[in-house]
């Protein structure tokens, strides 16, 4: 599977919107891309995923580049719930489904 | 959301014995389960793959024998340490597979293990 590459970490404040980039620059055809949040000593939560269509739930927004080769996780009006570390991971849509983590981006939201 | 619990939250033992960690899908059925290990200000790192009915896959450089998977119902994936050492210690995460649409996997909120 693609590896990704994340900023270590990132500060936003309270009320902006955070974008978070992923860069799989490697990333093949069947690969999707995944974004988990984790917040300290809790198990990762899911947040969204896609193809290469833009996709928008009630979390967050993913944008994927027409190339596919980056993605942007964009939270619209960041609160202190949102510090957290966030993962992107890109998976193929089939096969052992297993999900290898990168180091991910530590976002801290400021008051 | 789909549900998944883990039992026990948190687990201190001593030296040389065995500790079993239970991952529960609550609302859904789950063929497939993975474990991983976290150490502090790390990432989560993959054990293994739990296969319901079959035996686990394990990645490379973790001992089967010392962390024993079962899988034994569609809702219930276990995971032993055995005759655990200071070293064990560490967070232990399970996630369950849900096959349909992404195929994306969700977490349990993870087990402390402090072997002493």
């Known amino acids: 599977d693609a590896k990704t590459t994340q900023p270590p970490s990132m500060d936003c404040a309270e009320g902006r919107a955070a974008n978070l980039p992923c860069n799989h620059s490697?990333?093949?055809?069947?690969?999707?891309v995944y974004w988990y949040r984790q917040i300290h000593s809790q198990g990762p939560q899911y947040i969204i995923h896609g193809l290469k269509n833009n996709e928008t739930n009630e979390m967050a927004s993913l944008i994927i580049t027409e190339d596919r080769k980056s993605s942007t996780l964009i939270l619209p009006h960041a609160t202190l719930r949102d510090t957290a570390v966030y993962y992107c991971i890109v998976r193929r849509s089939s096969g052992t489904y297993k999900y290898i983590f990168g180091t991910g981006t530590r976002l801290k939201v400021l008051a | 959301g789909a549900v998944v619990s883990q039992h026990p939250s948190r687990v201190i033992c001593k030296s040389g014995t065995s500790v079993k960690i239970e991952c529960r899908s609550l609302d859904f059925q789950a063929t497939t389960m993975f474990w991983y290990r976290q150490f502090p200000k790390k990432s989560l790192m993959l054990m293994a793959t739990s296969n319901e009915g079959s035996k686990a896959t394990y990645e490379q450089g973790v001992e089967k024998d010392k962390f024993l998977i079962n899988h034994a119902s569609l809702t219930l994936s276990t995971l032993t340490v055995t005759s655990a050492h200071p070293e064990d210690s560490s967070f232990y995460i399970c996630?369950?597979?849900?096959?349909?649409?992404?195929?994306?996997?969700?977490f349990g909120p993870g087990t402390r293990l402090t072997v002493l």
């Open positions: 490697t990333i093949s055809g069947n690969e999707y």
């Open positions: 996630s369950a597979l849900i096959h349909s649409g992404g195929n994306e996997q969700f």
